[in-house]
């Protein structure tokens, strides 16, 4: 049985019957038509939404202050895949589809080396125990030291669409169709491998995997968490954050596409099209839910969980109670990135038009804004000690300083 991966989600009502019909054809002659063309289809679709322009809102946001821009430095672009700068070890790390790889100096942008391999890059980057890994639209997982040497390559089951990650000796790499491998850090050997049932439709999925206290918490296709043993693979418990309601196929996806966040006591996750919801860390109970939606993804901090979701709002929600805190819905965007945590008791979040908003946290109010290349900011912003770095859909590299 096939399955197709649908990328962006904003779809017109007017639209949804076509794209029904075609992706039903699609799927009794799957072999004729990959993943890219359904996602760019829906793409296209979806672009034809109208979006309602408040002339007063978007004054607001150019009367912000301007986010301080540290430096910036070009990759290629990338037309389908989403990457992600990471910090590892007092240095950046980009990647593009064009295979180059770079680490750059957090403080200046300036580049210490760059590397340019055979392979198209279709995700990444991920960094842990020394190791920079990276996935390609082939389903190869390529592991470099930090000098940006070759430690060694496998190849898993289909695309790697997510920054592989590594703790304990193990890497964890989720691919495409929806399975999660553990890979010996050492050699990429398989330990273990893992793979729910996987629904008709599916959503392209660039979230990776959350690895903490020797277990991995991954959101999957269908609405449902899951908590496994890093070592072996082993099931903990699997709940359901959100359940599918709707006649058709489309309408009844509930995805979770977002990266999971944690504390000491619980997990929370967050559904395209259903809830968010959190849970116990060790039996998976549902300590509260709400109706919600995002494609994108959420984080949490002491007293809230922040979520980007649809249309463009960053919510706060109680943690211990669920309750909704504040809704900020006037950023200019109906696409939002996950927010990151930043210093100073604020938020960093992206949109599809490049730009980047930080927020208060107690109050979600604008405190800042800046531009980049005018190209969407899919994945969440990186953690920098003194600021955050964003890549854009163009391969552009921006760090800011958060004062």
């Given amino acids: 049985m096939c399955s197709v991966r649908v990328s962006l989600l904003r ?3 007017s639209f949804r019957s076509l794209i029904l019909a075609f992706v039903l054809a699609t799927l009794s002659g799957c072999a004729s038509m990959g993943d890219l063309g359904i996602s760019n289809l829906v793409d296209m679709m979806s672009s034809k939404e109208e979006v309602e322009v408040d002339e007063e809102e978007i004054a607001a946001l150019k009367a ?12 290629s672009e990338s037309k389908v895949a989403v990457f992600s700068p990471v910090y590892e070890n007092g240095a950046i790390y980009v990647a593009d589809t064009k295979g180059v790889l770079a680490r750059l100096n957090p403080d200046t942008g300036k580049e210490i080396w760059q590397i340019k391999t055979r392979h198209r890059f279709s995700g990444g980057v991920g960094a842990g125990q020394g190791m920079l890994l990276v996935g390609t639209f082939k389903g190869e997982v390529l592991a470099f030291d930090e000098r940006g040497d070759e430690l060694w ?3 898993v089951t289909s695309e790697v669409l997510s920054p592989p990650q590594a703790d304990n000796d193990v890497v964890v790499v989720r691919s495409g169709d929806g399975r999660i491998f553990g890979l010996d850090a050492a050699d ?3 330990k273990w491998i893992y793979q729910g049932p996987t629904p008709a439709l599916t959503i392209r999925n660039y979230a990776s995997v959350l690895i903490t206290r020797g277990a991995v918490f991954a959101g999957l296709a269908g609405g449902k968490l899951v908590a496994m043993n890093l070592f072996n693979g082993n099931v903990g418990w699997e709940s359901t954050v959100a359940q599918p309601r709707g ?3 489309l309408e009844r996806m509930t995805d979770i596409v977002g990266l999971p966040v944690i504390d000491d006591q619980q997990v929370c996750a967050v559904a395209y099209n259903g809830r968010i919801g959190c849970f116990d860390m060790m039996d998976g109970s549902q300590i509260w839910a709400r109706d919600a939606s995002s494609n994108a993804g959420l984080t949490m901090d002491g007293n809230n969980v922040y979520v980007s979701e649809d249309r463009g709002a960053v919510v706060a929600y109680d943690k ?13 965007s109906r696409k939002l990135s996950a927010p990151l945590l930043v210093r100073g008791g604020l938020l960093a979040v992206g949109d599809a038009d490049g ?4 927020l208060r946290r107690h109050d979600g109010s604008v405190i800042a804004r800046a531009a980049t290349d005018g190209s969407a900011i899919l994945s969440s912003p990186g953690y920098l000690p003194d600021g955050f770095v964003v890549q854009t859909s163009k391969g552009g590299v921006y760090a800011f300083a958060v004062q």
């Fill in 11 to 13: 779809i017109d009502p």
């Fill in 64 to 75: 912000a202050p301007e986010i301080p821009q540290l430096w910036h430095y070009s990759m």
């Fill in 153 to 155: 390559k496998v190849r």
């Fill in 188 to 190: 990429g050997t398989r």
């Fill in 247 to 249: 006649v058709t196929e």
């Fill in 320 to 332: 211990r109670s669920g309750a909704m805190m504040w809704k900020q819905a006037k950023l200019g």
């Fill in 355 to 358: 730009n980047v908003t930080l």
